[in-house]
């Protein structure tokens, strides 16, 4: 069981922002909000993680809700190579990630 | 950034042969170790957990037996794949973790046929 909801596909273009949704109405209070992307026949990418407070790295940034039943990874400026199956992820403290379905996100050029 | 590596990245045996994945951190030490598989269009499924030194846990219905999981050093975790059959084709991917960081490196994953 994977405890996240995102949508099964979404699209962009090239140099624009792109948000990223994701549910998990059945958070608990101590759960972190992890984000991880794969690319066709490779192992997933790391990509940010959250808590309670928004965070911003390099790659991207998360938002979340204050009642933190739902997130969104923002990508600045989709690039062609953001083009990825992108998985949000709650981990309780057992290490453990349960991946979901994930969203499959395409960039057009 | 830290590097997980895995060999072979592709294999190809025979149905009831055995077949052996190497799962190494290259530029740190792992305190816990992961195996997942994906199936073709699929999420990736972990299928255990293994810490230096102990035994693997697995997670429910994946065979112990035939999954067998050796992580000898911080460094390396092997999963050997015993009798395999073409049901078990698929894309073995491992990752690593360091203790109190929360980012789990991946490796890219090993694809095997099973004919």
């Known amino acids: 069981d994977a405890k996240t909801t995102q949508p099964n596909s979404m699209e962009s273009n090239e140099e624009e922002p792109v948000h990223l949704p994701c549910n998990h109405s059945?958070?608990?209070?101590?759960?972190?909000i992890h984000w991880y992307r794969q690319l066709p026949s490779q192992g997933p990418e790391y990509v940010i993680h959250?808590?309670?407070s928004n965070v911003n790295n390099r790659m991207a940034s998360l938002a979340i809700a204050e009642d933190r039943k739902s997130s969104t990874l923002i990508l600045h400026r989709a690039t062609l190579r953001d083009a990825a199956v992108y998985y949000c992820?709650?981990?309780?403290?057992?290490?453990?990630?349960?991946f979901g379905k994930g969203t499959k996100l395409t960039v057009n050029p | 950034g830290a590097v997980v590596s895995q060999h072979p990245s592709w294999v190809i045996c025979k149905s009831g042969t055995s077949v052996k994945i190497e799962c190494r951190s290259l530029?740190?030490?792992?305190?816990?170790m992961f195996w997942y598989r994906q199936f073709p269009k699929q999420s990736l499924m972990l299928m255990a957990t293994?810490?230096?030194?102990?035994?693997?846990?697995?997670e429910q219905g994946v065979e112990k037996d035939k999954f067998l999981i050796n992580h000898a050093s911080l460094t390396l975790s092997t999963l050997t794949v015993t009798s395999a059959h073409p049901e078990d084709s698929s894309f073995y991917i491992c990752?690593?973790?360091?203790?109190?960081?929360?980012?789990?490196?991946f490796g890219p994953g090993t694809r095997l046929t099973v004919t």
């Open positions: 059945t958070i608990s209070g101590t759960d972190y």
């Open positions: 530029d740190f030490q792992a305190t816990t």
């Open positions: 992820i709650r981990e309780g403290g057992s290490e453990k990630l349960v």
């Open positions: 990752s690593a973790r360091v203790a109190r960081e929360y980012e789990q490196y």
């Open positions: 959250g808590l309670t």
């Open positions: 293994s810490n230096e030194g102990s035994k693997a846990t697995y």
